[in-house]
């Protein structure tokens, strides 16, 4: 196992749900967003990933460039498959823009999926999307940073186990700060209506 996820799961799990709640207290439906506005805006670190070539990928804020980020695992029956194709109606109805957009899926599993697992899944809904994968204490630090909580399943599955996870898209503008977040169930239209302002 990947040591560092698992324990910040659990010993960490409440730390990292009051964060999310304190974050949640943050928000509110002004700023001029559409989703839940981060008010002020919180300065994010960055995070640096390996990908399934070898190359490293990081959360770096690019000039003009916004990034949405999702946390799942490749396992999920559910939200994560949602959420992703939400994702490739947002960047359909965003047209030559949305290549200024860099979609990121980050797994919460990084035991099962690996770099080439997690990037093969979110290609599949999009050539452009990026999937990755870090080692444990990435995994725990970007979950801490985000205020996004995961926790493996003691039941078992055909798939061996599930993960509960936080299930809201985090909007970062192009000078790396969460300016919005959109909690599952939000309209996606919310979001490709955020991302063209930002445009």
């Known amino acids: ?9 659990r010993a960490g799990g409440r730390r990292l749900l009051g964060f999310a709640a304190l974050l ?10 559409q989703g839940m ?12 990933f390996t990908q399934a070539d070898g190359t490293p990928y990081r959360t770096t804020p690019e000039s003009r460039r916004p990034m949405v980020l999702f946390f799942g695992y490749t396992h999920c029956p559910d939200v994560c498959p949602t959420t992703l194709a939400d994702w490739k109606r947002v960047k359909a109805k965003l047209g030559d823009d949305a290549a200024r957009v860099r979609f990121v899926f980050v797994t919460v599993d990084p035991e099962r999926d690996t770099p080439a697992v997690a990037e093969r899944y979110a290609k599949q809904y ?23 909580a995961a926790a493996r399943e003691d039941v078992p599955t055909a798939n061996g186990y599930l ?6 898209v985090f909007l970062v503008n192009d ?24 445009l």
């Open 1 to 9: 196992m990947r040591g560092g996820l698992r324990g910040a799961a």
């Open 24 to 33: 949640l207290a943050a928000c509110d439906l002004g700023g001029g967003f």
């Open 37 to 48: 506005a981060i008010d002020p805006p919180r300065d994010m670190p960055t995070f640096e």
């Open 126 to 148: 999009d050539a452009s999307f990026i999937g990755v994968s870090g080692d444990g204490l990435t995994t725990a630090r970007i979950m801490e940073a985000f205020g996004v």
């Open 163 to 168: 993960v509960s996870h936080s299930a809201q």
């Open 175 to 198: 000078q790396g700060r969460l300016v919005a977040l959109y909690p599952f169930g939000t309209p996606w239209e919310a979001l490709a209506a955020d991302l063209d302002r930002l």
